[in-house]
């Protein structure tokens, strides 16, 4: 047992050092200047936001009523934050790991379980980003009570997070019993998505149950907010017994679920391309239909513009924003195929891979609206100009993570990278125009701005990259 764990441990270890070197050694991070420029506004992004909570927070004091209602409000959108991660690291992260984790010396629940502490470093980072706020506010106001209030956004990621890999882990092995084998990955991820959907569905009831006082004037239980509940109802040593017990049996039973092969999809879809396209264009035109990630994104947005439709007042077409994700993976898998094709210029590059990736767009937009026409034709075609410069917009940005940090061989670690970067940048642009106050008409300009700025460095990208491709060609031909 102890061997086990050992190994287990070795192997995560193994893991976040190659995920960081890996990292550090791509894009615009090989630079120790844009590593401080990114530590700095990782920590503007805390500052900021914890001075904004403390502010919010400071006329309530002491009181334990409304700060457990607070944070049984939390572990609501911390369950459907989770639920996105969870997603994310699966889209993204795929079967990579227990690929890159085959050869070595470990079986496979040891494999599993360095996989799942490695999943539970990238939640944590994420979760404890996103919550550092109201966390580092309730301890300056509440003082040391505070700290276990703190913790209990922390701790009801980690549940839920083990509460869906058990699931999934259960799914695989149901679906791989009934001869769904080559599509498993495909129906799990639908149906976290749809777990996703029908929790935002009863996002108000949610709401409205926490803040219904239960019997003797407690909190009401609803399940989502078992930690905080917990904490409020029997103190801190029942709470952190009982999270330590219900996380490592989670665990436990995670580990012992987990089946020996993973649902990864296939690379590649074999579909013909128009006989007009030839040269350059053919090529990223055809990485831009074949690979997997588009008919994951496509089966996603399908479900998401199905959705929509029928619920909400958000139009449907802000669904082909998921058809985005090739976009992360175009340059990093293209970069033998223009070896066979050569391209000049990082601009007739960049100008190709993203009217590959827009064609897509458009032609569910197209395929999209039409089928709206026909359903709603009430909907005035006018309202569609948002969500479609929406989904064009997703496209440049999805190519500036793909060109800044490239996924060579459909490399996660790359591609998770840049998602969490970009993805704290645009918070950090949301939070920063929140606090300015700006009015509603300068949101389209920055958009604008922003997407202009995603093209100029995914072109400065690009040519430092093939620069430095072609420097390591010439010095392979020297020796």
């Known amino acids: 047992m102890t061997g086990a764990l050992r190994r287990t441990l070795l192997c995560a270890r193994m893991l976040a050092r190659y995920f960081s070197r890996r990292v550090l050694s791509v894009g615009p991070l090989r630079s120790t200047a844009a590593r401080a420029v990114l530590v700095l506004v990782a920590l503007a992004f805390v500052a900021g936001a914890s001075v904004v909570a403390y502010g919010f927070m400071h ?83 509440l003082g040391p009570r505070g700290v276990l209030w703190a913790t209990t956004p922390l701790a009801t990621a980690l549940v839920v997070y083990l509460a869906l890999a058990i699931a999934h882990n259960l799914g695989d092995t149901l ?40 019997p003797g004037g407690d909190r009401a239980l609803i399940g989502l907010n078992l930690l905080p509940w917990l904490l409020g109802r029997w103190g801190g040593a029942a709470y952190a017994v009982g999270t330590l017990l219900l996380i490592s049996l989670l665990a436990l039973v995670a580990l012992l679920t987990a089946p020996n092969s993973h649902p990864g999809p296939h690379r590649f879809v074999n579909l013909p391309l ?34 929509l439709a029928g619920s909400g007042p958000v ?26 094709h050569p ?27 039409a089928v709206l026409l026909l359903v709603s034709p009430g909907v005035p075609a006018a309202d569609a100009v948002t969500p479609a410069l929406g989904a064009l917009a997703a496209v440049a940005f999805a190519v500036l993570v793909g060109c800044a940090f490239p996924a060579e061989n459909d490399n996660p670690f790359s591609a998770l990278m840049g998602t969490i970067v970009l993805a704290v940048i645009l918070a950090f642009v949301g939070i920063v125009t929140g606090l300015l106050q700006l009015p509603a008409g300068a949101t389209a300009p920055l958009l604008a701005s922003l997407v202009a700025l995603s093209v100029a460095v995914s072109v400065w990208s690009i040519h430092t990259h093939e620069s430095r491709s072609r420097h390591e060609v010439r010095q392979a031909l020297a020796h």
């Open 343 to 369: 391209e000049r210029g990082a601009w007739g590059i960049w100008a190709r891979m993203a009217a590959a990736q827009a064609l897509v767009v458009v032609g569910f937009l197209a395929v999209g609206q």
């Open 274 to 307: 128009p006989a007009a396209v030839r040269g350059p264009f053919a090529v990223h035109l055809g990485y831009a239909l074949r690979n997997q990630h588009l008919w994951l994104g496509a089966s996603l947005a399908v479900a998401l513009f199905a959705f």
């Open 175 to 214: 679906l791989a019993a009934i001869g769904l084998r080559r599509v498993r990955s495909t129906v799990l991820l639908l149906l976290t998505f749809g777990a996703l959907l029908w929790l935002n569905a009863r996002l108000t009831t949610l709401i409205g149950a926490v803040s219904l006082p239960g």
């Open 59 to 141: 006329p309530v004091g002491s009181d334990l009523a409304v700060w457990q209602y607070v944070f049984d409000l939390t572990s609501v959108s911390v369950t459907m934050m989770v639920l996105g991660i969870f997603m994310g690291l699966k889209l993204l992260l795929g079967g990579g790991l227990i690929e890159f984790t085959s050869q070595l010396p470990v079986d496979h629940r040891e494999r599993r379980g360095a996989v799942l502490a490695f999943e539970f470093g990238a939640l944590a980072v994420v979760v404890g980003v996103m919550l550092a706020a109201m966390s580092i506010a309730a301890t300056l106001i």
């Open 315 to 340: 139009h449907p077409l802000w669904a082909a924003s998921l058809l985005s994700l090739p976009g992360m993976y175009h340059y990093g898998n293209t970069r033998a195929l223009r070896v066979l």
